[in-house]
């Protein structure tokens, strides 16, 4: 009976790899291959399955807040020609109204996590393409989305230029949560005004106020969401080995 080797194979390397000819070391690493490009495939839609989710909730929150204000409107103007603006429509407003600000200050603040859970998933994408670079570098010319984790690769895939309205600078102007926001503060706004009424001061003085609420509101509001952003882009300030995907 032949002695019992007691060598130890080298550390990676499977016992059915010894002595293995070239044609099946490249027909084992070609299958590494495949495998590695299927996680990955899988994991890139995964991703792209949850910005989709995302975007759905944020559109759901956004229409949820718009109908609801929608409906508060309406029912203002119900109580207002029923009572001709006296004290049961101040009543009824300050009731509503608040409830009306409280949605739209939570769709605001979710409507700015979404957007960072967004731009965690096309960082994860760029990664992926980049992994996708890293077993066939030939597909590189195909992809008009970026392949590192770099702020510039990231805006390349959202598709943003780096002038005009489409820039930092303007661009957090026409998003959905400013829109959210604006919207806030015209309600946070005719709260102020209202609540000034009650109080028997001038329609002036109540106009007044409403405008130093809504300008009040809006600062707040845009203070937070440039706070939020600014947290998101904090990982784009890390040294470059820790952030972006070696390429080899």
Same mark, same amino acid.
């Given at each position: 009976?032949?002695?019992?080797?007691?060598?130890?194979?080298?550390?990676?390397?499977?016992?059915?790899?010894?002595?293995?000819?070239?044609?099946?070391?490249?027909?084992?690493?070609?299958?590494?291959?495949?495998?590695?490009?299927?996680?990955?495939?899988?994991?890139?839609?995964?991703?792209?399955?949850?910005?989709?989710?995302?975007?759905?909730?944020?559109?759901?929150?956004?229409?949820?807040?718009?109908?609801?204000?929608?409906? @508060?409107? #309406? *029912?203002?103007? %119900?109580? $207002?020609?029923?009572?001709?603006?006296?004290?049961?429509? /101040? +009543?009824? !407003?300050? &009731?509503?109204?608040?409830?009306?600000?409280?949605?739209?200050?939570?769709?605001?603040?979710?409507?700015?996590?979404?957007?960072?859970?967004?731009?965690?998933?096309?960082?994860?994408?760029?990664?992926?393409?980049?992994?996708?670079?890293?077993?066939?570098?030939?597909?590189?010319?195909?992809?008009?989305?970026?392949?590192?984790?770099?702020?510039?690769?990231?805006?390349?895939?959202?598709?943003?230029?780096?002038?005009?309205?489409?820039?930092?600078?303007?661009?957090?102007?026409?998003?959905?949560?400013?829109?959210?926001?604006?919207?806030? @503060?015209? #309600? *946070?706004?005719? %709260?102020? $005004?209202?609540?000034?009424?009650?109080?028997?001061?001038? /329609? +002036?003085? !109540?106009? &007044?106020?409403?405008?130093?609420?809504?300008?009040?509101?809006?600062?707040?509001?845009?203070?937070?969401?440039?706070?939020?952003?600014?947290?998101?882009?904090?990982?784009?300030?890390?040294?470059?080995?820790?952030?972006?995907?070696?390429?080899?």
């Amino acid at each position: 009976m032949p002695a019992m080797s007691h060598e130890r194979l080298p550390h990676g390397v499977p016992p059915a790899s010894v002595g293995a000819g070239p044609e099946d070391a490249g027909a084992d690493t070609a299958a590494r291959r495949a495998l590695r490009m299927q996680v990955l495939a899988t994991e890139h839609w995964s991703l792209l399955a949850t910005r989709s989710l995302s975007w759905n909730e944020a559109f759901a929150r956004s229409s949820m807040f718009l109908s609801l204000l929608s409906g @508060a409107i #309406v *029912a203002l103007a %119900l109580v $207002a020609q029923a009572t001709q603006f006296g004290e049961g429509f /101040m +009543v009824f !407003a300050l &009731l509503t109204l608040p409830v009306v600000l409280f949605v739209g200050l939570a769709t605001y603040v979710r409507l700015l996590e979404i957007n960072n859970e967004d731009y965690v998933w096309v960082r994860g994408m760029n990664r992926l393409r980049g992994a996708y670079l890293e077993l066939d570098p030939d597909v590189g010319r195909y992809f008009i989305t970026g392949t590192t984790e770099d702020a510039v690769d990231i805006f390349r895939s959202y598709g943003s230029m780096d002038t005009g309205f489409d820039s930092g600078r303007f661009h957090g102007f026409v998003t959905t949560p400013s829109t959210i926001g604006f919207v806030d @503060a015209m #309600v *946070a706004a005719v %709260l102020a $005004a209202i609540v000034v009424v009650q109080l028997n001061m001038a /329609m +002036v003085s !109540a106009a &007044l106020v409403g405008v130093v609420a809504f300008v009040i509101t809006g600062v707040i509001l845009g203070w937070i969401g440039y706070r939020n952003q600014r947290m998101a882009s904090l990982y784009d300030e890390l040294p470059h080995d820790r952030r972006t995907h070696s390429q080899g």
